[in-house]
């Protein structure tokens, strides 16, 4: 063995160990003394002796502390010096000492008896003693080896760290992240099925369906549980393919999917909404566990288009209100959808676990929304106003039909209509309510809110005569009638009024003022919304009096440069014909909940504008309209009935400026001694006046509404009217 790796246990090797102590622990040097010394008969008589049993190596107890046992040890003479050492002669040495070869841990023994045999003894154990090493100084230049107690005790540390790290994480495991673990695995088994809730019916007056939803079907997929996704499109697009749907949407949906965030599995997909109950049979019997049919519903509208402009439209397929009373009340049509959310296995257990995690929210349906519109009178509004505007090719026409007491609307039409089943084939902007989100000026029926405002200010009488030149100019615009008067011409203000004299309103606009103008457009409705329950209502446009120009005291008085809807001039006529109190217009008159209970909308505004008396002196004034000689409103007569009323012609504006054509209008109230309903007409034709286009058909659509709700005329006589004093 190399000296290199003779260490001793602390890291010296004997050589090092035998030169750092003058020689005394060299195994060799006895050996050299005898060969040196010529001696050689001791180590031919110790080898005919018997080999002396190895000495029992000492044991270090390291909790006892005993003292190790003396030995006598010949003293060793130390050189002068380390040379001298050297050269010493080793024989010498030996001769006396003979002792000196045996070293300190060779302990003397007796040779034993060849002839006697030693006596059996019991082995009795023998005490151990420490012996004490002398701690030697390593070599410098020799690498230190570790301390393996520390090691011992390092590796020790570490183990315990690491049990104790694992323990730590295994009580969070079990303890605090359990319920979360187990929320994580059951929100993938979890199925979310949407129960729709039936959407409320919209009704008439009188509990007539004007629009409700039919049962159908709808056919989900859970993608997780389809083998075959090309396979089982395949089946179903032959059932499918007349719904419009593609199949690769049917293959897209049935692959398995991530969800939005990637992470949990698609269980649930729609693949078509509202089809016929029949197909979904046919898709059933094709008993694939993947797939789904349950109840759905699409909206039916009996009458096709009947009152489409009211009733409005919803989506496809989750049937959101998109305009009419469909939005405006779609919370209240809607319902609340049900949830029935269960656990659902996987493989061979692709079913609902019988006992696992179920929660069922079921649905509630919608109310139910009664309108005041009546069916049978809206369908002849409706029908009357096309037949006579289709072959005038109008842009558009409206027909609304107040109640003169209560402002309920028992009809309101728009032309051209459109099929609220199927809005897709309409033109968009023709997709709203003509009555109450178009505005247009109102022209000469107007002139209704400067008569009522001068009289209730005492400015005229029913007697007063004015005087009407052939023309007037107000600031850079000259007004003149048609036919023109005489300058100086008097006339009377039924006068005024049955021939729509321009110069003779004005006249008494001027003696009004504008203030006070202003003051009465407001107290009529005119510059905000009606809140009939309709979205999208304009609120129209006034002209403050501050910002009037030079030629607004002449505009302004004959329905020039003032913007209105069709609801909004229908008000105004229905407070002439209420006594002058004017009722906020309404179009719903209750909700029905699924239960039965019944909620009344809230209460009508209302507010005085004219004296009763007044009022009534304003509708002898009006009568003078249909029944003059001369006046611009006799095709509005209806014999038998007394009719009071005002015709108007105007523009549309459009883009800063005028459209081309005329807005041409009728608005009256019969029986006008006892007014029961106001019906006002507006068209934008090409060309035309209300008088010829709008009064016609004013006559119609009141002829009918009196007859449908059975008012008789009252037999009385029609004031005595002149034109001249």
Same mark, same amino acid.
């Not at 909404?273 to 029949?278: K, L, M, S, V, Y």
């Not at 305009?323 to 079913?351: A, F």
């Not at 440069?561 to 209420?578: C, E, P």
């Given at each position: ?264 599995? =698609? ?443 059975? =008012? ?14």
């Amino acid at each position: 063995m190399s000296e290199a790796k003779r260490y001793t246990p602390r890291g010296r090797s004997v050589r090092d160990a035998s030169v750092d102590a003058g020689g005394r622990g060299d195994p060799f040097r006895p050996a050299l003394e005898v060969i040196q010394g010529g001696r050689s008969e001791q180590p031919r008589r110790a080898s005919r002796r018997p080999a002396a049993p190895e000495p029992e190596p000492a044991r270090i107890d390291p909790g006892r502390e005993e003292p190790p046992r003396q030995r006598r040890t010949p003293p060793v003479r130390k050189a002068a010096n380390p040379a001298a050492r050297r050269t010493a002669n080793p024989a010498a040495g030996k001769a006396a000492n003979p002792a000196a070869g045996r070293t300190a841990s060779s302990p003397l023994r007796k040779p034993a008896n060849p002839r006697k045999a030693p006596a059996r003894r019991t082995p009795v154990r023998k005490k151990q003693s420490r012996v004490t090493v002398p701690r030697l100084k390593r070599r410098p230049g020799l690498p230190k080896l570790a301390e393996p107690r520390r090691r011992l005790r390092l590796a020790t540390v570490l183990a315990l760290v690491l049990f104790a790290a694992i323990g730590v994480r295994l009580v969070q495991l079990q303890l605090t992240d359990a319920s979360a673990y187990a929320a994580e695995g059951l929100k993938d088994r979890l199925v979310r099925a949407v129960l729709p809730a039936s959407r409320g019916a919209i009704l008439d007056r009188d509990g007539k369906i004007l629009v409700h939803s039919v049962e159908t079907r709808y056919v989900a997929v859970d993608p997780m549980a389809v083998k075959d996704p090309e396979a089982l499109a395949d089946k179903l697009f032959t059932i499918l393919d007349k719904y419009g749907v593609p199949r690769s949407d049917l293959v897209r949906k049935m692959t398995p999917h991530k969800a939005a965030d990637g992470r949990t599995n =698609v269980r649930f997909e729609y693949l078509v909404h509202q089809i016929e109950p029949a197909d979904g049979d046919r898709i059933e019997a094709l008993h694939v566990g993947a797939l789904k049919v349950d109840r759905d519903e699409r909206r039916e509208i009996p009458g096709y288009d009947l009152a489409s402009n009211i009733i409005g439209f919803t989506s496809k397929p989750d049937l959101n209100g998109q305009m009419g009373i469909e939005k405006q009340y779609d919370s209240v049509l809607r319902g609340v959808d049900g949830l029935h959310v269960y656990e659902h296995g996987e493989g061979d257990l692709d079913k609902p676990l019988p006992y696992g995690y179920e929660e069922l929210k079921p649905a509630r349906p919608g109310s139910n929304v009664e309108l005041t519109i009546s069916q049978d009178l809206q369908f002849s509004v409706q029908s009357a106003l096309a037949e006579r505007m289709e072959p005038l090719k109008a842009d558009f026409a409206t027909a609304v039909v107040l109640d003169a007491h209560t402002s309920e609307v028992m009809a309101m039409a728009s032309y051209p209509s459109f099929a609220a089943a199927d809005p897709g084939r309409t033109d968009p902007n023709l997709l709203k309510d003509q009555c109450t989100a178009t505005v247009f000026d109102p022209g000469s029926i107007h002139k209704a809110i400067v008569m009522g405002a001068a009289l209730q200010e005492g400015i005229i009488t029913p007697s007063s005569a004015v005087t009407v030149n052939s023309k007037v100019k107000k600031g850079d615009t000259t007004y003149t009638d048609h036919p023109p008067q005489r300058d100086g011409t008097q006339m009377t203000i039924p006068g005024i009024l049955a021939l729509s004299s321009n110069v003779g309103t004005i006249a008494v606009a001027d003696r009004l003022g504008k203030d006070k103008l202003y003051e009465y457009q407001q107290k009529f409705g005119l510059g905000q919304r009606t809140g009939v329950g309709l979205p999208n209502e304009s609120p129209g446009q006034l002209l403050p009096p501050n910002q009037w120009t030079g030629s607004s005291p002449g505009s302004i008085p004959i329905g020039n440069g003032v913007a209105t809807t069709a609801l909004q001039m229908a008000a105004v006529y229905a407070t002439i014909a209420n006594d002058g109190l004017y009722v906020q217009p309404t179009l719903v008159k209750k909700i029905i909940a699924p239960d039965g209970t019944v909620t009344k909308p809230p209460a009508q505004q209302t507010r005085r504008v004219l004296d009763p008396r007044i009022a009534q002196e304003l509708r002898v004034m009006l009568e003078g309209v249909t029944t003059l000689d001369d006046a611009t409103g006799k095709q509005a007569a209806i014999p038998g009935y007394r009719i009071a009323g005002k015709t108007g012609t105007s523009k549309l504006p459009q883009n800063g400026g005028y459209a081309p054509g005329d807005v041409v209008s009728f608005i009256g109230m019969a029986p006008a001694e006892a007014p029961r309903y106001v019906i006002a007409v507006n068209a934008h034709v090409p060309g035309g006046a209300g008088g010829s286009v709008a009064a016609p058909a004013f006559k119609e659509m009141m002829a009918l509404t009196l007859s449908t709700f059975g =008012v008789t005329p009252t037999g009385t006589e029609p004031p005595k009217l002149t034109i001249y004093p």
